[in-house]
């Protein structure tokens, strides 16, 4: 059920511990970790501690959640130190995209020159 934990996720087992990550910051509605497969110098993802499958998904089910996810998203790029030379905010979502783990998360990237980064 959505905004229910599910046992299957990935993104669930790291909000619980149950699977380790490199955690840059935390509050109490996400979690912001570093990508195991960085595209670029700064790769961070920010995830709702609540689950929900993708970002449309989290922002009509629970709007304030989604809200912080794009707040935090702004104060990972500034803790990376790539907020002043740019950055971007990537939700992929669905398989088409290239969304491989259904839940909800934006991708923090900077650190390069980004204009023809795909992720």
Known sequence: MAGEPQADCLFCKIVTGEIPATIVRETDTTLAFRDINP??????????????ADGPALAAGDPAAAAD???????????????????RIIFNTGPGAGQTVFHAHAHVLGGRDLQRLVV
Do not use: N, S
């Open 69 to 87: 996810v794009l707040r935090e998203a702004g104060e990972v790029a500034v803790q990376e130190k790539v907020a002043e030379t740019g950055y």
């Open 39 to 52: 595209q670029a110098p700064t790769h961070v993802l920010v995830i709702p501690r609540v689950h929900y």
